[in-house]
């Protein structure tokens, strides 16, 4: 499976931004999905994670009530929208995809996107 991430940018605190991740390879369907962020000089962390129907979502204390994973399997496409931006949002943000279930580390994932960068000013 290859991933495409896209939507980053620069963003004022409070603003909003939606990211995309597009797949192709295998059938997306299968698998459950999840978007990840690193900050410089952080390790790579959990952000949110979506099931394959998209009946199940899990998310990060961090970003619960802000961030809403969604996906459209006809497009092959995960989706994450981000609004009330906070600077500490400031981050690559990655998605995977490879997971049977939802999944909050980053071991469950197989296949992962190049990152998309989100730069949010305060």
């Known amino acids: 499976v290859q991933l495409q991430a896209s939507g980053g940018g620069l963003v004022q605190a409070g603003g909003s931004l939606r990211l995309s991740c597009a797949a192709s390879?295998?059938?997306?369907?299968?698998?459950?999905a999840g978007w990840f962020r690193q900050a410089p000089g952080k390790e790579r962390e959990f952000v949110a994670t979506?099931?394959?129907?998209?009946?199940?979502?899990l998310y990060d204390n961090s970003v619960k009530g802000r961030f809403t994973v969604s996906r459209d399997n006809a497009k092959s496409t995960v989706y994450l929208q981000m609004n009330s931006l906070k600077p500490e949002d400031t981050a690559v943000y990655y998605c995977?995809?490879?997971?049977?279930?939802?999944?909050?580390?980053?071991?469950?994932?197989?296949?992962w996107g190049q990152g998309t960068q989100v730069t949010v000013s305060s």
């Open positions: 979506i099931s394959r129907t998209g009946e199940t979502t």
């Open positions: 995977a995809t490879g997971s049977v279930s939802v999944a909050t580390r980053r071991y469950e994932y197989n296949y």
């Open positions: 390879g295998r059938t997306f369907s299968e698998f459950a």
